[in-house]
């Protein structure tokens, strides 16, 4: 049966209320992360602020790899934010399930492609950004899209597109596959029935962690190629 979800309309335009529930409430998870781990920091850290300094770490090595070293500060706190927002959306809808009748009040926020479109949409647009306000608007223009040849341009204004696409469909594809798979063997045993328990208990527990570990990759995926396209805007093409 395919699932609904819940339905408003602001004027002419209609929107999903289940995602705008989940994306709000991992923005509140993110916060409450950050501010509970960032409380009371000490100089010898230990606990939870090991955590957050090394998802900190962690994403400045990112940057590191993909960016000229003069750049880090500059987007590292762009890049954990993205980074910490996108986690907890791949893995918020991992945990539970909550479905009445037919429509659904929890899953990942990046099982949606709109959700995943308009992250990808908001990190090409701020690599844009970026790249006129570093070079005005014709300096943009020539290193984004004239460099290292203007016969290229062509392909460049298409890599614009595929960027967007392949950044959001890659988010989209891989959280929304491990949601259905978390579905159906759940499933499993009201279709079959309780005989199966034994065999879907342990499927559901190995997919889960499989999931969980494939959240975090596309986490990093997601912000690592969003570094490597902001460095092609703010880098002079040779």
């Known amino acids: 049966m395919e699932e609904k979800t819940l339905l408003f309309k602001i004027g002419p335009i209609w929107f999903d209320g289940t995602i705008c529930l989940m994306v709000l409430l991992t923005c509140v998870i993110v916060f409450g992360i950050v501010y509970y781990c960032t409380r009371n920091i000490q100089m010898k850290p230990k606990g939870k602020q090991n955590v957050i300094e090394y998802l900190i770490d962690f994403v400045r090595s990112i940057i590191?790899?993909?960016?000229?070293?003069?750049?880090?500060?500059?987007?590292?706190?762009?890049?954990?934010?993205?980074?910490?927002?996108?986690?907890?959306?791949?893995?918020?809808?991992?945990?539970?399930?909550?479905?009445?009748?037919?429509?659904?009040?929890?899953?990942?926020?990046?099982?949606?492609?709109?959700?995943?479109?308009?992250?990808?949409?908001?990190?090409?647009?701020?690599?844009?950004?970026?790249?006129?306000?570093?070079?005005?608007?014709?300096?943009?223009?020539?290193?984004?899209?004239?460099?290292?040849?203007?016969?290229?341009?062509?392909?460049?204004?298409?890599e614009e597109f595929t960027n967007l696409l392949t950044l959001a469909l890659r988010l989209y594809g891989n959280i929304f596959a491990g949601e259905v798979l978390l579905g159906l063997i759940a499933g499993l045993v009201s279709s079959v029935g309780l005989w199966t328990i034994p065999l879907a208990i342990p499927l559901e527990m190995i997919w889960l962690a499989f999931s969980l570990f494939i959240g975090a990759i596309q986490a990093f995926i997601f912000v690592t190629l969003s570094m490597v396209y902001m460095a092609h805007k703010v880098e002079v093409e040779e």
């Open 64 to 158: 590191t790899d993909n960016m000229p070293s003069k750049e880090v500060t500059n987007f590292h706190l762009l890049a954990f934010t993205m980074f910490m927002f996108v986690l907890v959306a791949n893995i918020i809808g991992l945990v539970t399930k909550v479905a009445i009748g037919d429509y659904t009040y929890w899953k990942s926020p990046t099982a949606d492609p709109m959700v995943t479109l308009t992250l990808a949409l908001i990190m090409i647009a701020l690599t844009h950004f970026f790249s006129v306000s570093r070079f005005g608007l014709k300096g943009y223009f020539k290193n984004s899209f004239l460099s290292p040849v203007s016969f290229l341009m062509p392909i460049k204004l298409m």
